[in-house]
């Protein structure tokens, strides 16, 4: 089976290509795009056929929705993302399964199930209940990390996480008193794990803590900056999409 990941973040890239690798023989991953723009030219080109195509939501340049706008896709879709508020939109698009990063194996191995299936029939009231409208049990979030500093390695709690970002495909960590560390894990990952009361991604390039906000200031276009402490490097801007979630979660 020919596979195209469509995923604007290269380590999730390269993770999703492992767990393919080790644990489906049968698929050959024939490429990789990570933007609207680029996987619609590369379903445009008819030397391009893929069977599965694992799709993430966010891309560099917008929702994956609006590639199934421009272009028709043959393949069978199966979406991945680190948000559960995409599963209806996803399976009115023709989605086959989705996935809640970071992956699971056994869900993994439904979906490509499900691919294989004549036809690729898809029960929504099942799934939906799978990544997120069923009961679940308590989740338990990541404590600490090991980050690196220099020729060091650190064990870090989350507790002293002020603000996760990323900037030049580099994921930095800084904490309550300022000190900033190289993390290897992805947003997408790092979303999942760290407890959602607590920390909040308001862009796909930044997570916060709820504790190293300070202030709140409305932008035209209803975009809202965040003032934190430390002082961040850069703007800190939370996405449009997201002020209402954002809001919400303050009030908390």
């Known amino acids: 089976m020919k596979v195209l990941i469509v995923e604007d973040e290269i380590m999730a890239q390269k993770s999703l290509t492992r767990v393919l690798t080790q644990n489906f023989p049968d698929m050959e991953i024939i490429g990789y795009t990570s933007s609207v723009k680029g996987t ?31 272009t028709e896709i043959k ?36 979906a490509v199930a499900r691919c294989r299936m004549s036809g690729g029939q898809i029960d929504v009231e099942s799934l939906l209940k799978a990544v997120g409208g069923g009961t679940h049990p308590k989740k338990e979030y990541k404590e600490r990390y090991i980050v690196r500093f220099n020729d060091r390695i650190v064990p870090l709690l989350t507790s002293n996480i002020a603000y996760i970002y990323s900037e030049d495909k580099t994921n930095y960590l800084v904490t309550s008193d ?42 035209q276009g209803g975009r809202l900056r965040v ?26």
């Open 40 to 70: 619609v030219e590369w379903l445009r080109n008819p030397d391009n056929v893929a069977d599965i195509i694992f799709m993430d939501v966010e891309l560099s340049d917008g929702e994956c929705f609006e590639i199934f706008r421009q």
């Open 75 to 110: 393949a069978k879709v199966i979406m991945t993302t680190a948000y559960d508020s995409y599963a209806l939109k996803a399976f009115e698009a023709g989605s086959i399964d989705y996935l809640l990063k970071p992956i699971d194996l056994s869900a993994l191995k439904r």
């Open 227 to 252: 003032v934190a402490k430390p002082e961040p490097s850069f703007e800190m801007t939370v996405s449009r999409s997201r002020v209402d979630d954002f809001l919400e979660w303050l009030e908390k």
């Open 178 to 219: 300022d000190k900033r560390y190289i993390i290897d894990c992805s947003l997408d990952v790092i979303s999942e794990e760290l407890n959602p009361d607590e920390f909040f991604r308001i862009s796909r390039s930044c997570i916060i803590s709820m504790k190293s906000i300070t202030s709140i200031i409305k932008q």
